[in-house]
Structures are given as structure tokens and as C-alpha cells.
């Protein structure tokens, strides 16, 4: 799939639920309402959507949400995705989670061939983790990280630079992950959904991050890439990688080679932007695929250049829907 920007598709981001068992204050509002069950495509149908993308030529999927694993049989679309892994028509599935149930998923993410995870982690003091999840218990995350540590998978820790909450901590974060052999990303707040908060207070602009951390470690410059916008440096202390999200000081649209689809079917062709395609009635439309190849290629031919977040008290978010809707 080749978009009219002559970039290849090859990366699909799937929110398998826009529900999830805490309330991040950057990214949902307390009073949250979510999708209607009955809109929600069930674990097969977002199976065979995932197919047809992968016949179209995506080679690496994401699951995300909202939270993935707290939808219901969630392993039944991940070891199907699995299978995929296993004939070679998919070269990665990795999930992005916060962490509070891979003390019961981690082994059986390990087993359908899952090797690397996200997991988001903002703090490591109790009283901000539980502030800033609002509902959120420290020390059952950090279980879920020492499980999947345990199964084998290779931890990413993505933590969101909020200023005034986390500022003074990423030394320490640095450190932590260091000790445990994971890799650390941090990621520059975006303007997504009404949270009921102000996103000026809570903006902090990563290079002036980068510029605290160069105090206390040697950073240098790697082209490491996963397959994500973020830029790697490797620490020279710790012998782990720091990555940087920053779609608000960075734009990273030009080597954009993703697209999301939503738990109600809807493909969005970009994160920042409103545009999307609903996949659900071409899908439901017929069992066989027809349908529902050519709206994704309909779809793809209109991925826009880029999205335009800009943070100020005057516009409100750049984009109505939360992260939640479209997945990380
Ligand atoms: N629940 C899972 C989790 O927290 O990892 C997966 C979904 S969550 C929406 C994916 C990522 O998006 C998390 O790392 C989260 O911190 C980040 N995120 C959510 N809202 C955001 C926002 N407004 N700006 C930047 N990152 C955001
Ligand atoms: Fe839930 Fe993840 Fe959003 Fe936090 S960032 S509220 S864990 S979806």
C-alpha cells in the first residue's frame, strides 16, 4: 500500500477497546463515556480485518487501546494473530499496555510469539502514579513489568513528559530502566480529546528534557529505529536507549508508514487529523473481502501529509477523539 505521498503502509495500529481500567489525566477524562458495546467488532472481525491488511502488505501490528488487556478473550485475537507470525506472513505483533494485568497475560503473550512490549509508565512514586492514573496502584504495574521481564519480552517504558508531575524524575527513570535492561521513551503531550484539564500547564517540550538528561549521561545520537517516530539516543552509562516522542517541537509526518483502526472498525489514515473510513459496513457487507479491500485502498489513496497539533488556550484539542479511540 502506497500512499500518495509515496510512503509505504506497512504498520497497523489496532485499539482493540477505547476502555480502560484507569483514567490517565492526560488522556481521558474522569467522567469518560465509551462506545457503545454494540458497535464494537468482535474479536473475529477485527481478526479478519487485521488479515486483510496484512494481504494488502502491512507487516507488523500493534495492539493498543484504550487498555488491550482488559477486553474480554483478548488472547483469542492475539494468538490468531499469532499464527501469522508463524507462516511469515507478519513479521511483529507487540501490544502497548499499562501494565496492571501482564501478571496474568505476560507468559501467554510470550507464547503466541509477542517478543517486544510498551508499557506506559509515568512515575515511580506511588502517590503521583495513583495521582496522575487517578485510579491507578504502582506496585501492581510493577509486577506486570517484572512478569513480562520474566517471559522473555524486551520492555519499552514510555512515559509522558507532564511538567509539574514527573519533571524531576527522569533521572531516576533513566537509572530504573538501566537496572532492568529496558529501553526508555518519553513523549511530548498532544492535543487529543476534552480532558478537563489544561494541556498548557501540563506541556513540557522534550528537548528541554534532553538538555536536563545531558547533564548526567552521555547521549549520543543512533539511527535505531522500530518502526515508530521516536529518535533513539543510546546512554552510554547505562548501555539502554532513551527515545524521544516529540510531534509538537518535531514533526515526524514525513516518514509516517502507519495507519489506525479503531474497535468499532473505523480507520483513521492519521493520527492528528479527523479524516477517516469506516470499515465496518464493507466488512459486515459480505464474507468475502472485495468489499472491504477496496475501501481500504480508497482509504490509503487519501492518507493526508501530516497532522497540525499546535497547544494553546484558544483552539482546544487539535482532534475531538481521545488517544483512547485511536490507540498510542
Ligand atoms: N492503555 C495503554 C497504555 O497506557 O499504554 C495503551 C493505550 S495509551 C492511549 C497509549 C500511549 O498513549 C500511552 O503511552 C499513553 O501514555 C499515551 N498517551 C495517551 N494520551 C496521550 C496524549 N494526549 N498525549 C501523548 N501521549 C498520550
Ligand atoms: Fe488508559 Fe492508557 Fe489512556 Fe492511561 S494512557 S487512561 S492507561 S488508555
Known amino acids: 500500500m502506497i500512499d500518495p505521498f509515496g510512503r509505504s503502509v506497512s504498520y497497523l495500529r489496532v485499539s482493540v477497546t477505547d476502555r480502560c481500567d484507569l483514567r490517565c489525566v492526560y488522556c481521558m477524562a474522569e467522567d469518560m463515556s465509551f462506545l457503545p458495546k454494540a458497535d464494537i467488532l468482535s474479536l ?38 499469532g499464527r501469522l507470525l508463524q507462516t511469515g506472513q507478519l513479521d511483529e505483533l507487540t501490544l502497548t499496555s499499562n501494565g496492571t494485568q501482564l501478571a496474568k497475560y505476560a507468559d501467554g503473550l510470550a507464547k503466541a510469539g509477542v517478543r517486544r512490549i510498551n508499557i506506559s509508565l509515568d512515575t515511580l512514586d506511588a502517590d503521583k502514579f495513583a495521582a496522575v492514573t487517578r485510579w491507578g496502584r504502582l506496585d501492581q504495574v510493577l509486577e506486570g513489568i517484572m512478569a513480562a521481564k520474566r517471559a522473555g519480552l524486551a520492555i519499552k517504558i514510555n512515559t509522558v513528559a507532564l511538567r509539574g508531575v514527573n519533571d524531576t524524575e527522569y533521572d531516576r527513570l533513566m537509572e530504573w530502566c538501566g537496572q532492568h535492561g529496558f529501553d526508555l521513551c518519553l513523549i511530548e503531550t498532544m492535543p487529543m480529546g476534552e ?55 518535531h514533526n515526524f509526518c514525513e516518514s509516517c508508514n502507519r495507519v489506525r483502526i479503531t474497535c468499532t472498525g473505523t480507520l483513521f489514515m492519521c493520527l492528528g487529523q479527523d479524516d477517516a473510513v469506516d470499515l465496518r459496513a464493507p466488512l459486515r457487507s459480505s464474507e468475502a473481502d472485495i468489499n472491504l479491500d477496496q475501501a481500504i485502498d480508497q482509504a490509503i489513496a487519501r492518507k493526508p501529509k501530516g497532522h497540525d497539533f499546535i497547544i494553546d488556550r484558544q483552539t482546544g484539542p487539535a482532534v475531538s477523539r481521545h488517544m483512547s479511540v485511536t490507540g498510542g
Not at 477485527?46 to 488487556?69: Q, S
Not at 528541554?208 to 517516530?229: F, I, K, M, N, S
Open 195 to 249: 480532558i478537563h484539564a489544561d494541556r498548557m500547564e501540563q506541556y513540557l517540550p522534550l528537548s528541554d528534557v534532553r538538555a536536563g538528561l545531558a547533564r548526567h549521561w552521555t547521549l549520543t545520537d543512533t539511527d535505531y529505529r522500530t518502526g515508530g517516530p521516536a529518535r533513539y539516543m543510546q546512554v552510554a552509562e547505562t548501555g539502554r536507549r532513551v527515545g524521544f516522542i516529540t510531534p509538537m517541537t
Open 44 to 81: 473475529e472481525e477485527l481478526e479478519r480485518l487485521c488479515t486483510a491488511f496484512v494481504r494488502k502488505g502491512v507487516r507488523r501490528i500493534r495492539l493498543t487501546g484504550g487498555e488491550p488487556l482488559v477486553r474480554r478473550n483478548i488472547m483469542t485475537l492475539v494468538d490468531g494473530l
